[in-house]
């Protein structure tokens, strides 16, 4: 029988070839409470095989019969998780002072992601004092042992990673009633968890052609990832395409390290990036819905000679304004001239560099993007594939994503949204991909999900309202989860969605400068009205403001946080330690973040700050709908004053007026006027622009 034994451990060694990181943080000299995830039938078998041999075991009864043979050489217990005293057994081993390893999920992933965490688990370290282990397990998900077929791509010989992550001690609590802290203890070793998944996935110095290779060797190069109005491709013509582009640029190029990039959202603007990306030259997102002047400051911010665009998209977007302004200042390269230069001896040198799997040795690898904020000029925001990759693996330790799910991205992949969720990350994730140019389309996008299963959606609180305004209420029957960020989630546009189409909107915040998503709610993690708790890997420091009682300025630092600005005039200005958001924020005791408003977004009347914000939220609440956006002008007696705009005729400022006193709030909150416009001036990303509401505002015009 030991034969037997040692030759099925020295089999699956060898077909699996687990490498274990962090082995020596395990102190089992004291009792010791080791928590894996839970990917696949093998797990507790292999990591018998790594794990030193003088911890213990806890199985499920129906499956210790199962594993009866590799248990007979492990120290173990059997429990029936339906049986309370179980878990009393468990806490007598540990004080007898053995080490036991249980899985806090209870069952294996069917999910690809960390499932709910039972409360046992926190109950019996809070009880014995143990030392816990967080220990991933990475890449047997993908073998032919876990649940996850039709999910991910099934290979018989996966690489296997296991880490071994920071221990950790619970502790209980007097005066705190149990059931409370057993509810605490499983949130805290979940956000343990999804802290150490992160950790265990995250990498430096990356490329992102590099990661899309690796992710075609993981997902199957056949996969299609892509598509649009257009065209389709799968991994292997993403590739091709992108050696056959990046060989031209290098050329037209002539040494040039930042080039401006004019395209929407589609696969022809995916292929640019990661031929960019590949061949080391930094692409400069622009955003097409500026003026000509405005694209003018940044090409001379972030010194563009060259700009690549498309003579179709010129065309259709009626933007022949924009390269007529340009020309005589950067250069035009239209991509369809390029394609068309592509001879045989090209194409065959791209399928070459496929097949060989030639990876990039570009040692700059770094991405621009261009905040619309009220300064005078567009600052640069230098972001480093690092950056963004950071980014992409945060959220995939706290949602489950897989093969099976869908994206529609209809962001413009010139703002941090729409490019990192709706464009790298199904690249880099394995999930094919919508791309649709514009998020204002509002009956096609809803068309286009009910059409394509769309799984998973993007989108501003602004351009889901409009979506959920045309839609039939069968449309979004496939939407597993949609995420909203970029602007505050209106309370009417969540209540729409749950009641005409059963969905919850799953709120989130974040940044330009942090590639950019900072928090977010999820399934497993959800507080609506917050916009949910900061990704893995991140930390967070509250800095009281002048003026303000409750809350303070959220500054952050993490990996996803930039390299710097290029400042117009100035050039590169280094990120400080802790990124200043210059938003107000509360923070809860479950860590559940609480957006007041913009810094910016504050007026001061008589010398009291009165949010902005709240003056729309409270016209919102007494009108019945969100359609408001307050400014301030100039006021020589008070500092200055609140104008409120609305699309809503029959918005009169005495019933606010009255609305304000019925409630209690500060007469301070009710603006000086309401004024009419047929439409509130919108950014390209959805967000209220009102930097242009405050020039009309200023001149005494209507919106």
């Not at 009792?31 to 075991?57: E, K, Q, R, Y």
């Not at 390269?333 to 040795?361: F, H, I, P, Q, W």
């Not at 938003?583 to 559940?592: M, N, R, S, T, W």
Request: glycine content about 8%; some cysteine; proline content about 4%.
């Amino acid at each position: 029988m030991v034969l037997i034994y040692t030759f099925i451990k020295w089999l699956l060694m060898l077909w699996f070839r687990p490498r274990v990181h962090g082995l020596g943080k395990l102190d089992l000299s004291q009792p010791g409470i080791i928590i894996p995830n839970h990917v696949s039938l093998l797990d507790a078998v292999l990591l018998s095989f790594c794990l030193p041999s003088n911890t213990t075991f806890v199985a499920n009864t129906e499956i210790a019969k199962k594993f009866s043979l590799f248990l007979r050489f492990r120290k173990h217990i059997t429990v029936d998780p339906m049986n309370p005293y179980s878990i009393r057994h468990m806490i007598r081993v540990v004080k007898n002072g053995d080490s036991l390893v249980i899985f806090p999920e209870g069952r294996i992933t069917t999910t690809g992601g960390l499932m709910k965490i039972y409360s046992g688990v926190g109950y019996l370290a809070m009880r014995t004092g143990a030392t816990v282990y967080p220990v991933i397990i990475q890449g047997l998900e993908r073998s032919v042992f876990s649940y996850l077929k039709g999910k991910l791509r099934i290979v018989w010989f996966p690489k296997v990673d296991i880490t071994v992550g920071t221990p950790f001690t619970m502790h209980k609590k007097e005066n705190v009633s149990m059931r409370e802290q057993k509810a605490a203890g499983s949130d805290l070793i979940l956000r343990t968890m999804q802290r150490e998944l992160f950790q265990a996935r995250m990498k430096q110095n990356v490329n992102m052609f590099n990661e899309a290779l690796e992710a075609s060797r993981i997902h199957g190069k056949k996969l299609v990832i892509a598509k649009d109005m257009t065209s389709s491709i799968n991994y292997r013509t993403l590739f091709i395409g992108s050696y056959l582009l990046g060989d031209k640029m290098q050329n037209l190029l002539k040494g040039e390290r930042t080039v401006g990039v004019l395209l929407p959202t589609s696969v022809g603007h995916l292929v640019t990036l990661f031929a960019l990306f590949r061949i080391g030259v930094t692409p400069a997102i622009l955003n097409f819905s500026l003026g000509i002047r405005s694209l003018l400051d940044c090409c001379e911010t972030a010194g563009i000679k060259t700009v690549l665009t498309s003579r179709v998209f010129i065309e259709k977007g009626k933007l022949q304004h924009l390269i007529d302004g340009l020309e005589g200042r950067v250069h035009i390269v239209y991509l369809e001239d390029v394609k068309a230069s592509a001879t045989t001896g090209n194409k065959l040198s791209a399928l070459v560099s496929y097949l060989t799997g030639k990876r990039s040795k570009a040692e700059t690898n770094e991405l621009i993007l261009f905040t619309s904020g009220s300064e005078s000029k567009p600052k640069g925001v230098v972001l480093t594939h690092t950056n963004l990759y950071a980014n992409i693996m945060q959220v995939k330790s706290v949602i489950d994503l897989t093969n099976q799910d869908k994206i529609l991205n209809a962001l413009p992949m010139f703002h941090s949204f729409g490019l990192t969720a709706g464009s790298m990350l199904p690249v880099i994730a394995g999930i094919p991909a919508y791309l649709y140019p514009s998020p204002l389309h509002y009956k096609v996008i809803s068309e286009l999900c009910y059409d394509q299963n769309i799984t998973l959606m993007f989108g501003t609180s602004t351009f889901l309202a409009g979506y959920g305004k045309y839609a039939h209420p069968y449309n979004f029957y496939s939407l597993r989860y949609i995420f909203a960020g970029a602007e505050k989630l209106k309370p009417d546009v969540r209540q729409m969605w749950m009641d005409k189409f059963g969905v919850r909107i799953f709120e989130g915040y974040g940044a330009t400068e942090t590639s950019p998503i900072l928090s977010l709610n999820t399934p497993l993690a959800n507080k609506p009205g917050t916009v949910g708790r900061l990704l893995p890997g991140m930390e967070y420091q509250l800095e009281q403001v002048e003026g303000i009682t409750q809350g303070g300025e959220l500054l952050v630092k993490g990996p996803n946080v930039m390299k710097g600005y290029l400042i117009h005039g100035k050039g590169f200005i280094p990120c400080e330690e802790w990124y200043h958001t210059g938003d107000l924020v509360e923070a809860d005791a479950d860590g559940y973040l609480t957006i007041q408003s913009r810094l910016k977004r504050f007026a001061k009347i008589g010398g009291e700050m009165v949010s902005l914000n709240l003056v729309e939220e409270l016209a919102a609440q007494c009108f019945g709908h969100s359609d408001f956006a307050t400014v301030t002008i100039s006021d020589a007696r008070k500092g200055e004053r609140i104008l409120l705009y609305t699309t809503d005729e029959t918005a009169k400022l005495d019933r606010l007026r009255a609305y304000l006193a019925e409630k209690q709030f500060s007469p301070l909150l009710l603006p000086s006027s309401i004024r009419w416009t047929k439409a509130l001036p919108l950014l390209g990303s959805g967000k209220t622009d009102y930097v242009t509401l405050k020039q009309m505002a200023e001149k005494g015009e209507p919106a």
